[in-house]
């Protein structure tokens, strides 16, 4: 009877830390999911204020805007789908439109880029 109630005793103790392990590693991977996102005041200054086709909700609505905007042609419109912080606003002003058209150029020679993998939801990508 001792037998049967310490090796209950043990099962549930492993059972206890299992479930406890994987409540664990759920948390630890939802608070890296939150550290993908980010926010900021204001994104590409130099490059006045956006045009209303800009639509940077999430990261599969600001591709899909892109590639609008350079299929007509409309680089200035689309450079504001970048983040050319890296930049000062007088080079965002010089560079934008050019770095839009380099980018598309290199999204039409290839058909690597999948809209639907990239992620439809989430807080407001800048």
């Known amino acids: 009877m001792k037998a049967i109630s310490s090796w209950l005793a043990w099962g549930l103790l492993v059972l206890a830390l299992t479930v406890s392990s994987l409540c664990v590693a759920q948390t630890q991977g939802g608070e890296s999911e939150n550290h993908r996102w980010f926010t900021v005041d204001a994104l590409n200054e130099g ?16 591709i899909r ?24 606003e007088g080079e965002q002003r010089e560079q934008g439109r050019e770095l839009a058209r380099k980018l598309a150029e290199i999204f039409q020679r290839g058909e690597w880029l999948s809209i639907s993998d990239l992620p439809g939801r989430g807080g407001r990508c800048y």
């Open 47 to 62: 490059l006045g204020e956006p045009p209303e086709e800009a639509n940077r909700v999430t990261p599969r609505e600001s």
């Open 65 to 88: 805007s892109f590639l609008e905007l350079t299929d007509q042609e409309e680089y200035e419109a689309a450079a504001h789908m970048l983040n050319l912080s890296d930049l000062s």
